[in-house]
């Protein structure tokens, strides 16, 4: 069965691969592992789809459900990204979210030189492109081994991808940030990079509900060398009085079905159900509902969500109750937006 499985995906995917080939190389493999009857069963087999192929490839005359078997996902994670991002780009975006993810860094500005960083790695061997949406943002297209790296074990930069650095490349345009609560900061990625935006001048705060993801922030901000990020156990569900109207800036990136990881994890397509949606978006209407009162009269609320479904999203953003605070810019980011992750960014302002 194996063997008809590979050879099926050769058939219909690898184009630089003759039919006569492929199915010549598995009729081989057959005699060797199949039994008796093995090799004549997958040579006329793959011959008859061969021949035929694109009777066989007419899956359905319903769309959904041939685009649910053509890219392998449930038919409700279709309709969600078709709400989400419509039907014109419904599947460019399920292509991109069955390709390879790239693996991104962040340059860390504070403790190196731009140039440090990029000739230490290439002096190594790994070739870099620059980001379109990100200051110090790279994209690394050999990473094997890069965790070995003496300029990574130095804290040069951190592993982030390119819809995740976009989510705080806005706080450059912010004034007068002095007060910088994270909510659900684990492991780190948006505080840190707040931190090496605002040159790690004024008080940052990195919270969550796990003690062990409260020692990964404090690893990685360690190695950064950024001594000024506090850590504190919090739960983000309960209103924290202390935290009341103190901040100039709070980040929360919530915590979500994380649908728009599909690349890194594939799994999840079947993991996942519309149910959780549901559950989560509620979760995530109540945090936002903490955030807003942590923030001062001229705060800003940077949500975000590694999702793009509209419950997790807009539905979340555009149902505030609070009148003082407006949305300035709302990003849903799509994965072929420029090849990463599907993402959503929402920027709160309350005040003028």
């Known amino acids: 069965m194996n063997i008809m499985r590979m050879s099926l995906y050769q058939l219909i995917y690898m184009d630089n691969i003759p039919d006569s080939a492929a199915i010549n190389e598995a009729v081989n493999l057959a005699k060797v592992f199949g039994n008796r009857g093995s090799s004549g069963f997958v040579n006329g087999s793959l011959r008859n789809f061969s021949r035929n192929r694109e009777k066989f490839l007419e899956i359905s005359e319903d769309y959904k459900k041939s685009l649910s078997i053509k890219y392998s996902y449930p038919e409700w994670i279709i309709d969600e990204i078709k709400k989400s991002y419509g039907k014109d780009k419904l599947e460019s975006v399920l292509e991109y979210f069955n390709k390879e993810p790239e693996f991104g860094i962040r340059i860390n500005s504070l403790k190196f030189s731009e140039d440090e960083v990029i000739d230490s790695l290439e002096d190594n061997g790994f070739k870099l492109i620059k ?198 810019e709302e990003n849903l980011i799509s994965p072929d937006d420029f090849n990463s992750d599907g993402f959503y960014r929402c920027i709160l302002k309350k005040g003028e």
């Open 131 to 328: 980001m379109n949406n990100s200051k110090y943002g790279y994209i690394v297209k050999n990473p094997a081994g890069i965790f070995s790296s003496d300029i990574y074990e130095k804290g040069g930069f951190y592993v982030q991808s390119e819809s995740s650095q976009f989510v705080t490349e806005k706080i450059r345009d912010f004034k007068d940030i002095s007060y910088t609560l994270d909510l659900c900061a684990s492991p780190g990625g948006k505080i840190t990079s707040a931190y090496e935006i605002l040159e790690g001048k004024g008080e940052f705060l990195a919270c969550d509900i796990n003690s062990y993801k409260l020692s990964i922030i404090k690893e990685n901000a360690n190695r950064l060398s950024h001594k000024n990020i506090r850590v504190l156990k919090n739960d983000a569900m309960e209103c924290n009085d202390i935290f009341k109207n103190h901040y100039d800036l709070v980040i929360l990136d919530a915590p979500c079905s994380a649908l728009g990881l599909i690349r890194k994890y594939p799994e999840m397509k079947y993991q996942k159900s519309i149910n959780d949606i549901k559950s989560l978006a509620s979760m995530q209407k109540k945090m936002l509902d903490n955030a807003l009162k942590y923030i001062n009269e001229n705060g800003y609320i940077i949500y975000s969500t590694c999702s793009f479904t509209i419950d997790e999203t807009i539905n979340i953003t555009h149902n505030i109750e609070d009148k003082s605070v407006r949305i300035i």
